[in-house]
């Protein structure tokens, strides 16, 4: 009976300072999102208008000068107003302009910005071919290098993993497409799809694995925003050789470089909220 006296006024007090400290977190987090919603329209319905027109009027002549620095600037800014920071682990692997298949883990929308932040000499973004139909935005996809692949048509799927293994054997491209073609719900890898290893085994272009750590909890899948500020660890591996002559053992390519993804993760326990440079990485 004793108990009674001091356990309930105590739970219920223990009741109103949590709910009083979730309405703080709920309040810190709309004001987050209002922030980055404010400034991500803003500048994208700046910027993005600008690198449209100047890549339609240059009909993409001044990619390697002026397209691709200001995709890199784009990535950089959205970064910003994420506030997300990057460390890099193996940069040296996308040194110099050389035909390769960039494949990374997809966890988060800010994914798109690493990518295009860390996007390499020569190096490019593969995008649905549904995206040239979209005014403005369409013809500056066209225009700026990005490899158009056609998922819906079997046939035309087929044609246009052969076109763009050709253009990134020609061209000397970094083609930078995420295997399990859509997010993770959590920190794990997904199963791998067979698009990159094709693209890879027809150009004879080696696959680099780039494996992003905490991008999930900083923006994850069920947010519409970046939750909290971090650094994202993006660790680079070596070229990886795809060396096949038949589906089985294609499969078993993709099968092994899926595990190293696994590997790499499991391995690596990485904190996003940490500050410090973790050893042998570089600030981007």
């Known amino acids: 009976m004793e108990q009674k006296g001091w356990y309930r006024p105590t739970c219920h007090l223990l009741r109103l300072e949590l709910n009083y400290g979730r309405s703080i977190v709920s309040g810190m987090l709309f004001f987050r999102a209002i922030r980055q919603y404010i400034l991500g329209w803003a500048f994208n319905m700046v910027y993005c208008p600008y690198l449209c027109v100047v890549s339609i009027l240059t009909l993409g002549r001044l990619n ?10 784009w990535g950089r800014a959205m970064l910003w107003i994420t506030g997300t920071k990057v460390q890099v682990i193996g940069r040296e692997h996308l040194d110099g ?12 929308t800010n994914d798109l910005f690493v990518m295009t932040l860390l996007l390499p000499e020569g190096g490019t973004m593969v995008a649905k071919r549904e995206l040239l139909f979209v005014p403005l935005i369409g013809w500056a996809v066209y225009f700026m290098d990005f490899v158009i692949l056609d998922r819906k048509n079997r046939e035309r799927a087929q044609l246009s993993l052969k076109r763009a293994a050709d253009r990134i054997h020609d061209e000397k491209l970094s083609v930078v497409i995420a295997p399990e073609g859509t997010r993770t719900e959590v920190e794990t890898v997904g199963p791998f799809k067979m698009g990159p290893f094709h693209l890879a085994q ?26 909290q500020d971090g650094t994202v660890l993006v660790e680079i591996l070596p070229p990886y050789s795809v060396e096949a002559s038949n589906k089985e053992e294609l499969r078993e390519c993709c099968d092994e470089v899926r595990e190293m993804f696994v590997t790499a993760m499991e391995d690596r326990k990485y904190d996003p909220s940490q500050q410090d440079l973790v050893p042998g990485a570089t600030r981007v």
């Open 202 to 227: 027809d150009s004879g272009a080696p696959i680099v694995p780039m494996i992003l750590h905490g991008a999930a909890k900083l923006w994850p899948r069920s947010s519409s925003f970046s939750v």
């Open 97 to 108: 302009r050389t035909p390769r298949v960039v494949a990374y883990n997809h966890q988060s």
């Open 64 to 73: 390697n000068v002026w397209g691709r620095p200001a995709i890199r600037f």
